[in-house]
């Protein structure tokens, strides 16, 4: 793979915006700042942050085994993909293929950004259909976007078909891992020196319990990450966000602790479904949620919303008709599902 061949000539050839902050070290603490037209007067937020996030790509370094150099940091997951589709696809001209069900942002910031999406459905249990996928391939195809654990199946999909891809493809290959914490598998991101045209995205949404910071990680080669820093907003992530991303990391065994719990939890919710009438089927997880089959998806998302409990309908979904995908909640939370199920249970 040459990655200078995938980048859009106009990225490849535009200067990036050099902010205030790029023109000394960011850590610098002594000086007189009158360089950014900032407030004077400091209320601990005047200053803007750090444009690459130093401190707080040094604890993730320390907690993903893996250099700074290879991290990128965004406004949410979804500001990574965004940036991952203005680098490398040229708009009216590239494809990607996405592998439906699957995380619905993908095609919508394709959409946004005139990309063809090329839909190569996942087989019957949600796994790869790498055959349909390689002949899916075209001159056109610049990435192929791949979330495992999936969303909404639950599933890890098949180490060995995501291998075969990243052997075969001479584009990107973009791991979605906001799941991974949850999943008995390791993530990806032991293979990033064997596979130099992947990317993994990974969040402090899920496992590390902050959805509403809106930090996303990607980590990528050092080449790849160049590149996207190039074309990112000079100050993504806000001061406050950095500041609580690190706090995180900082408390990092207590979420470890909770993804112990919420995956104990899943698998009692599992057990206890077995006894709903009303649920036809429960799909293995690996993940923190469960995705089920029941008998009238529309009607029982309805009669849940009447309990006061929202739950995901996933119905209109590619193998997912009369489906319900529930997050798995604290173990008082749980019971209050659990006892509305039952009410239900006619």
């Known amino acids: 793979m040459k990655l200078d061949n995938l980048i859009r000539k106009n990225v490849k050839n535009m200067s ?4 205030a902050r790029d023109e000394f070290n ?16 400091n209320s601990d937020y005047n200053r803007y942050p750090d444009p690459y996030q130093h401190e707080l790509k040094a604890a993730i370094s320390e907690i993903k085994q893996i250099p700074k150099e290879n991290i990128l940091l965004g406004n949410g997951s979804d500001e990574v993909l965004d940036l991952i589709f203005r680098a490398f696809c040229e ?25 063809k999406t090329v839909s190569v459905p996942l087989k019957t249990g949600f796994q790869i259909d790498v055959d349909s996928v390689f002949s899916s391939i075209t001159k056109q195809t610049k990435l192929i976007f791949i979330c495992s654990p999936n969303n909404p199946s639950g599933n890890l999909l098949q180490i060995n078909d995501i291998k075969s891809i990243l052997d075969e493809f001479s584009g990107l290959v973009v791991i979605d891992e906001a799941y991974i914490d949850f999943a008995a598998n390791s993530s990806f991101i032991s293979e990033l020196n ?9 969040t402090f949404s899920k496992a590390l319990a902050h959805a509403g910071i809106r930090v996303g990680m990607c980590f990528a080669s050092e080449r790849i990450i160049s590149v996207l820093n190039k074309i990112k907003p000079p100050y993504n992530i ?4 950095q500041k609580m991303a690190i706090d995180v990391i900082k408390n990092y065994e207590i979420y470890l602790f909770q993804v112990e719990i919420i995956k104990s939890e899943r698998e009692i919710l599992s057990e206890a479904f ?34 006061k409990i929202v739950v995901r309908n996933r119905t209109n979904q590619h193998l997912c008709e009369n489906c319900l995908r529930f997050t798995v909640g604290t173990p008082e939370q749980n019971q209050t599902l659990l006892e509305a199920l039952k009410q239900l249970n006619l």
Not at 26 to 41: C, H, Q, R, S, V
Not at 238 to 241: G, I
Not at 274 to 291: G, M, R, T, V
Request: glycine share 2%; with cysteine; charged share 20%.
């Open 16 to 19: 990036a915006y050099s902010s």
């Open 238 to 241: 806000n001061q406050l966000s």
């Open 194 to 202: 064997d596979y130099p045209n992947l990317i993994i995205t990974q």
């Open 91 to 115: 708009p009216k001209e590239d494809e990607i293929i996405t592998m439906p069900p699957t995380y619905g942002m993908y095609e919508v910031l394709a959409n946004l950004n005139n990309i």
């Open 26 to 41: 960011a850590g610098a603490e002594d000086y007189l700042f009158l360089d950014a037209n900032e407030n004077p007067f």
């Open 274 to 307: 077995k006894n709903i009438s009303w649920i036809e089927h429960i799909y293995p997880s690996e993940s923190n949620f469960l995705l089920c089959k029941v008998d009238n998806a529309n009607y029982r998302y309805d009669q849940l919303l009447e309990q």
